[in-house]
């Protein structure tokens, strides 16, 4: 994987943790409505580890958010 790819992984994950804070939820909970361990979730929000995650993992959890999820692709330069 190039430093391109990690980084937008580790973004990604970042607005995870964003939106999971600003909804109040905690890992576990999070975990629990988009039917993912908490340790996979934490692996994704934790940004000094590069874990991917697809695309309907992705929408999953946007739709728990109730945004889009192009919010969750939006990185900040």
Same mark, same amino acid.
């Given at each position: 994987? +190039?430093? @391109?790819?990690? +980084?937008?992984?580790i973004? $990604? !994950?970042?607005? @995870?943790?964003?939106?999971?804070?600003? +909804?109040?939820?905690?890992?576990?909970?999070?975990? *629990?409505? %988009?039917?993912?361990?908490? !340790?996979?979730?934490?692996? %994704? *929000?934790?940004?000094?580890? %590069?874990?991917? $995650?697809?695309?309907?993992?992705?929408?999953? @959890?946007? =739709?728990?958010?109730? @945004?889009?999820?192009?919010k969750?692709l939006?990185?900040? =330069?």
């Amino acid at each position: 994987m +190039n430093k @391109i790819d990690k +980084n937008r992984y580790i973004q $990604i !994950g970042l607005k @995870i943790a964003y939106y999971r804070k600003l +909804n109040g939820m905690t890992q576990e909970c999070l975990a *629990e409505k %988009v039917e993912l361990s908490p !340790g996979y979730l934490s692996q %994704v *929000e934790t940004p000094n580890f %590069v874990q991917p $995650i697809s695309l309907k993992t992705l929408f999953a @959890i946007a =739709d728990t958010f109730k @945004i889009p999820p192009y919010k969750l692709l939006e990185f900040e =330069d």
